[in-house]
């Protein structure tokens, strides 16, 4: 079985810290994968609700070391997770508030157009970014989020935001994974399942630890029984016609169902869609058959001309 040391030091290869500030004033980072190039999109990679870059490692570096196109890739720590700073105002967990932070660090990694791959909370952030800021986002991939969010997924979702594990070790830390998840990834093997925890828990040097703020479970509400979820249709629909689309489902997901992506393909007609078999909610974007999926989307988007006033890909 795989050693914890021998995960972090994968975790710590191939990429640069990259440091911002938000509006209003927060220390915020991202994994800086690659340099731009011209001709590729630099892709921003925006993760879920109480998630953080090391989610996109696989995907980044396969992205940044392509052999024949390679990009540069920021993978986000949305605030109140990983290496960013916590927001005193839990009322700042919101997704408008993370468009703004992501637009801050485009803004201060010099980055005028980009496409974006968001998972879960962050494709809810990346389609406010087609509808805020349309000019700036050249393509969209969403990760098991769709404008329809299901009440058991989100159920699942809040109840273990608001009663985070706090394992004694990397054994209990994977148990605590594995119990919560089996049913969506019945696939994984022992190594899968501790890569798995280190990519949820940080390492402290004396064990693992929730890696983000617990005051994020105050920002989240769930209605009242028998009441629907809000919708985001609205959003969907008000993004631009042109803009490239994909979306992924884990065949297993319990937060979108297949009846949403055949709504939302029916909605663009030219969305691309994938399943993922053996993974649910979200797939976790290792396998081969799905990174090399996404670098065809994108590098089909590279060749898309931007719309009359936009920036060129090249940033």
Same mark, same amino acid.
């Given at each position: ?62 992205? *940044? &070391?392509?052999?024949?196109?390679? +990009? @540069?890739?920021? #993978?986000?720590? $949305?605030?109140?997770? /990983? ?87 990397? *054994? &209990?830390?994977?148990?605590?994974? +594995? @119990?919560?998840? #089996?049913?969506? $990834?019945?696939?994984? /093997? ?88 053996? &993974? ?8 081969? #058959? ?26």
């Amino acid at each position: 079985m795989a050693a914890v040391s021998d995960i972090s030091e994968e975790y710590q290869r191939g990429w640069q810290p990259f440091h911002f500030r938000s509006a209003d004033g927060l220390d915020l980072f991202a994994r800086d994968y690659g340099t731009d190039r011209d001709g590729a999109l630099p892709l921003f990679c925006l993760p879920g609700l109480t998630r953080n870059s090391k989610d996109f490692h696989s995907l980044a570096r396969a992205l *940044a &070391e392509h052999a024949t196109r390679p +990009r @540069r890739v920021l #993978a986000f720590e $949305f605030r109140g997770r /990983g290496r960013s700073g916590y927001d005193p105002d839990p009322a700042n967990y919101a997704p408008q508030k993370e468009l703004e932070d992501v637009l801050a660090g485009a803004d201060a990694a010099g980055i005028d157009r980009f496409a974006a791959l968001g998972t879960s909370r962050g494709g809810i952030v990346g389609m406010l970014c087609g509808v805020a800021a349309p000019e700036r986002l050249a393509a969209l991939a969403l990760n098991d989020v769709g404008p329809v969010v299901e009440a058991d997924g989100i159920a699942r979702i809040v109840d273990y935001v608001g009663n985070p594990a706090k394992p004694a070790d990397w *054994a &209990e830390a994977v148990a605590a994974v +594995r @119990r919560t998840n #089996a049913d969506q $990834f019945p696939r994984l /093997g022992a190594d899968d399942w501790l890569r798995f925890a280190y990519q949820i828990f940080r390492d402290t040097g004396n064990g693992p630890a929730a890696d983000y703020d617990p005051a994020l479970a105050a920002s989240l509400e769930m209605p009242e029984p028998g009441q629907p979820l809000p919708t985001l249709w609205d959003v969907f629909d008000a993004l631009s016609p042109q803009l490239p689309l994909f979306t992924l489902r884990g065949a297993n997901s319990d937060v979108l169902s297949s009846a949403t992506v055949t709504e939302m393909a029916a909605k663009r007609p030219g969305m691309e869609a994938m399943v993922v078999d053996g &993974e649910g909610h979200a797939p976790l974007l290792w396998d081969k #058959a799905t990174i090399d999926r996404i670098s065809a989307f994108l590098a089909d988007a590279d060749t898309r001309p931007a719309a009359p006033g936009d920036q060129s890909p090249q940033s």
